[in-house]
Nanobody
């Protein structure tokens, strides 16, 4: 059973930065597709950034150039560096994992089997 735990959320002002972490246990997910999703109040869950086992990344247009996804295969940890945060980035952020293939579906939430409990990010103007 995969267990994912997010951390690093918080409250920041517009223009600030946060770094989210997602620690995995229960399996070694070096071969897995990994991604960050978010869900704001009254909104559907949307893909933010994803990374394949080979290191291929994909970003939502709304965060491209501001967010960076990375993975530490040794420590089974996924990261999301968020810079130049905006109020519209306010949401609950979730990490997710699934088995390959990853290409073409990295940001599709219905393709993911394992989810963390989420960490709240709040950006004030």
């Amino acid at each position: 059973q995969v267990h994912l735990v997010e951390s690093g959320g918080g409250s920041v002002q517009s223009g600030g930065s946060l770094r989210l972490s997602c620690a995995a246990s229960g399996y070694t997910y070096r071969t897995y597709c990994l991604a960050w999703f978010r869900q704001g109040p009254g909104k559907e869950r949307e893909g933010v950034a994803g990374i394949s086992s080979y290191g291929t990344t994909k970003y939502a247009d709304s965060v491209n150039g501001r967010f960076t996804i990375s993975r530490d295969k040794v420590n089974n940890t996924l990261y999301l560096q968020m810079d130049s945060l905006k109020p519209e980035d306010t949401a609950m952020y979730y990490c997710a994992a699934r088995t390959p293939p990853c290409i073409g579906t990295l940001l599709q939430p219905d393709r993911y089997d394992d989810w963390g409990q989420g960490t709240q990010v709040t950006v004030s103007s």
